[in-house]
């Protein structure tokens, strides 16, 4: 047995079932995999592999859950084309309260050998890749009596997700995607940003504590496992009487990140006759987004009083990405101006008009605390962000803009 500790050891899962797909050997003919989330950002990673597998004569047949919305509508997309008539990819629910498919084993099986994982590691990019994940690693031999028990448990189990007499699996195809995105079964990763339902995906709490109120009115597509264990029946003491938090206790909303059309007044140097002077490169960002969520631009805490000017409060050289590059921005606000700026060439020259500005902020550890993207027009991700963009400016302007990833500040 081997253990694969990442994001820190030799050698991730991500990079490990990479290696083991791509293998043109012929050592192993089937790969299965049974894993509670999936999202683009990791099944991208092993697309090619396993298109090569099952090229090469490979089957697949991989088992996901969609609980607590995990799972995005394009991973599953990714997943149907990669594997495409050689395999089969499966859905297991089960509707009943507080259970979720939560399963993480990857098997390789060959005429001789198998490699089983079993693990904490999902398909996302955060499970194969980046996050502090575990997996052990077993070797098989098809000789061992021993081994091929342990195989033979393993692919029963795998054949008991997958039957579809439970009630709880089906067969995944692009129609039965599109009734389970239509049910709010599964969401665009667009939807799940904003829901900031990444954040619950990552706690073990009930499908209906996630949205209750979507599970109530959609159409059921599956049925419930009636002998599935249960444990003791147990009642939690309530108390008596319920305080009201007060609102000082209450914690603070915290966000990931911010995005908004661009403007002409945004990315455009103002006077064109030879000999005036360019208008300030100024990224304008509405007062009102501003006060939505203060504490994403440290506003007002680490904001200084201009004192040549009453009113005005600076924030001066913020470290920003942009692109390969750490640029240095200024935040300026001052009550006789409608908006919020950020001063800098850098951000002016990188857009156009009507393209997407994002701004993330990272957590403490780099040497910048803002990552900056210019989401361009027609490209693939712009529809994504612009769903973020759910507020309007007052007057004529046709700037919109939105945060994303919302969720409860951490202690």
Same mark, same amino acid.
């Given at each position: 047995?081997?253990?694969?500790?990442?994001?820190?050891?030799?050698?991730?899962?991500?990079?490990?079932?990479?290696?083991?797909?791509?293998?043109?050997?012929?050592?192993?003919?089937?790969?299965?995999?049974?894993?509670?989330?999936?999202?683009?950002?990791?099944?991208?990673?092993?697309?090619?592999e396993l298109r090569g597998f099952v090229a090469?004569?490979?089957?697949?047949?991989?088992?996901?859950?969609?609980?607590?919305?995990?799972?995005?509508?394009?991973?599953?997309?990714?997943?149907?084309?990669? @594997?495409?008539?050689?395999?089969?990819?499966?859905?297991?629910?089960?509707?009943?309260?507080? @259970?979720?498919?939560?399963?993480?084993?990857?098997?390789?099986?060959?005429?001789?050998?198998?490699?089983?994982?079993?693990?904490?590691?999902?398909?996302?990019?955060?499970?194969?890749?980046?996050?502090?994940?575990?997996?052990?690693?077993?070797?098989?031999?098809?000789?061992?009596?021993?081994?091929?028990?342990?195989?033979?448990?393993?692919?029963?189990?795998?054949?008991?997700?997958?039957?579809?007499?439970?009630?709880?699996?089906?067969?995944?195809?692009?129609?039965?995607?599109?009734?389970?995105?239509?049910?709010?079964?599964?969401?665009?990763? /667009?939807?799940?940003?904003?829901?900031?339902?990444?954040? /619950?995906?990552?706690?073990?709490?009930?499908?209906?504590?996630?949205?209750?109120?979507?599970?109530?009115?959609?159409?059921?597509?599956?049925?419930?496992?009636?002998?599935?264990?249960?444990?003791?029946?147990?009642?939690?003491?309530?108390?008596?009487?319920?305080s009201v938090v007060p609102k000082d206790d209450?914690?603070?909303?915290?966000?990931?990140?911010?995005?908004?059309?661009?403007?002409?007044?945004?990315?455009?140097?103002?006077? #064109?006759?030879?000999?005036?002077?360019?208008?300030?490169?100024?990224?304008?960002?509405?007062?009102?987004?501003?006060?939505?969520?203060?504490?994403?631009?440290?506003?007002?805490?680490?904001? &200084?009083?201009?004192?040549?000017?009453?009113?005005?409060?600076?924030?001066?050289?913020?470290?920003?990405?942009?692109?390969?590059?750490?640029?240095?921005?200024?935040?300026?606000?001052?009550?006789?101006?409608?908006?919020?700026?950020?001063?800098?060439?850098?951000?002016?020259?990188?857009?156009?008009?009507?393209?997407?500005?994002?701004?993330?902020?990272?957590?403490?550890?780099?040497d910048y605390e803002y990552y900056v993207e210019?989401?361009?027009?027609?490209?693939?991700?712009?529809?994504?962000?612009? !769903?973020?963009?759910?507020?309007?400016?007052?007057?004529?302007?046709?700037?919109?803009?939105?945060?994303?990833? &919302? !969720? #409860?500040?951490?202690?």
């Open positions: 047995m081997e253990l694969i500790v990442q994001p820190f050891g030799q050698q991730t899962l991500g990079e490990y079932l990479k290696d083991l797909l791509g293998d043109n050997s012929g050592v192993y003919h089937t790969f299965q995999a049974a894993v509670a989330f999936a999202k683009i950002s990791g099944v991208q990673h092993i697309q090619d090469s004569g490979g089957s697949v047949r991989i088992v996901i859950g969609i609980d607590q919305h995990g799972t995005s509508q394009e991973a599953l997309l990714a997943l149907l084309d990669s @594997v495409d008539d050689g395999g089969e990819i499966w859905i297991n629910h089960d509707e009943a309260q507080f @259970v979720s498919f939560h399963p993480k084993v990857y098997i390789f099986e060959g005429k001789q050998s198998a490699i089983l994982i079993v693990g904490s590691g999902n398909l996302t990019q955060g499970g194969l890749f980046t996050n502090d994940e575990a997996s052990g690693v077993y070797f098989l031999n098809t000789a061992n009596p021993s081994d091929v028990e342990t195989l033979t448990d393993i692919k029963y189990t795998l054949d008991n997700w997958c039957n579809p007499k439970n009630e709880t699996a089906y067969l995944l195809s692009e129609p039965f995607l599109e009734g389970l995105v239509a049910e709010g079964y599964v969401l665009p990763e /667009a939807a799940l940003w904003s829901e900031s339902a990444t954040e /619950a995906a990552a706690s073990d709490v009930g499908t209906d504590e996630i949205c209750a109120e979507r599970k109530t009115r959609r159409k059921k597509l599956f049925g419930r496992l009636t002998e599935r264990k249960r444990p003791p029946r147990r009642i939690a003491k309530r108390p008596s009487k319920i209450v914690p603070a909303l915290t966000v990931q990140g911010f995005v908004m059309t661009l403007m002409q007044t945004d990315v455009g140097t103002g006077q #064109k006759t030879p000999g005036t002077s360019r208008r300030s490169p100024e990224i304008f960002i509405p007062l009102t987004a501003r006060d939505m969520y203060p504490e994403f631009w440290y506003w007002p805490d680490l904001f &200084v009083e201009d004192p040549g000017r009453a009113g005005k409060f600076d924030r001066h050289g913020v470290k920003m990405r942009l692109g390969g590059d750490v640029i240095s921005v200024n935040m300026m606000t001052w009550p006789v101006k409608s908006d919020f700026r950020l001063r800098s060439e850098a951000l002016r020259s990188a857009g156009q008009v009507g393209d997407i500005f994002r701004i993330e902020r990272v957590k403490p550890g780099r210019i989401i361009p027009q027609r490209t693939s991700d712009y529809e994504a962000y612009l !769903a973020f963009c759910t507020n309007k400016t007052k007057g004529k302007s046709k700037r919109v803009w939105g945060y994303y990833g &919302v !969720a #409860k500040a951490e202690d």
